[in-house]
């Protein structure tokens, strides 16, 4: 059995402990586990009794069977390998375990797409036909999509210096494209984007 703060217990106290938890990156371990000991991620914390220092890591990718046995009728009080979901009290074990099998398999978009959807189960379903990419701007998928770099080299051929007068704006393909509904995009931290499918 391990003991620490989870960052969303509402045990929490204010010292300095846990302003040194409150800024955990959802990487990163727990207090009280060194990257020797990290769970599996992702990963929910389950308190052992009324405490929520003391519980045990739990393997969020279990089966749902599995899961609603490890977990045992405990409370979850902290996860890692989530991203920006969080769980709320009450979330079944089929919707832990398919959120943290969808994060195992596509990684931090599916995590980003549960959160956006508040772990819809119709929507998480539907990632794998919505998730149209990771690109450095919203302007290279418009590039993409459209193949309209290999359509002006063609142009070349048949038109010459002429091209030059031809422009994708893909800015504004990009705009037209959020502004009709079509496309979701979330800009990250580190600048890059995922590119979502909305219709």
């Known amino acids: 059995m391990n003991e620490y703060t989870p960052r969303h217990s509402r045990h929490h106290h204010e010292d300095s402990h846990e302003t040194q938890q409150s800024t955990r990156r959802d990487d990163e371990p727990a207090v009280g586990f060194d990257p020797e000991h990290l769970p599996p991620q992702p ?7 009324s405490e929520a220092m003391t519980g045990q890591w739990i393997d969020a990718t279990l089966d749902p069977d599995q899961l609603k046995v490890a977990l ?3 409370d979850i009080y902290d996860s890692i390998g989530f991203g920006d979901f969080h769980f709320r009290p009450g979330d079944n074990p089929q919707l832990i375990s398919t959120i943290a099998r ?3 398999e596509y990684g931090e978009p599916f995590a980003y ?3 956006l959807h508040d772990g819809d189960p119709g929507m998480l ?3 794998e036909d919505a998730y149209l990419g990771d690109y450095a701007t919203p ?3 418009a590039l993409a999509i459209t193949d ?3 359509i ?3 142009l070349r051929l048949d038109i010459g210096d002429l091209v030059e007068f031809f422009h994708f704006d893909a800015d504004a393909f990009v705009e037209n494209a959020v502004d009709d509904g079509h496309v979701w995009i979330e800009r990250r931290d580190d600048g890059r984007c995922w590119v979502f499918r909305t219709t």
């Open 148 to 150: 309209a770099q290999n």
């Open 125 to 127: 379903a539907s990632f």
């Open 72 to 74: 045992d009728g405990r």
């Open 139 to 141: 302007a290279d998928w």
């Open 102 to 104: 969808g994060i195992r």
């Open 113 to 115: 797409w549960a959160h």
């Open 43 to 49: 990963s929910i914390w389950v308190a052992t009794g």
């Open 152 to 154: 002006l080299n063609e």
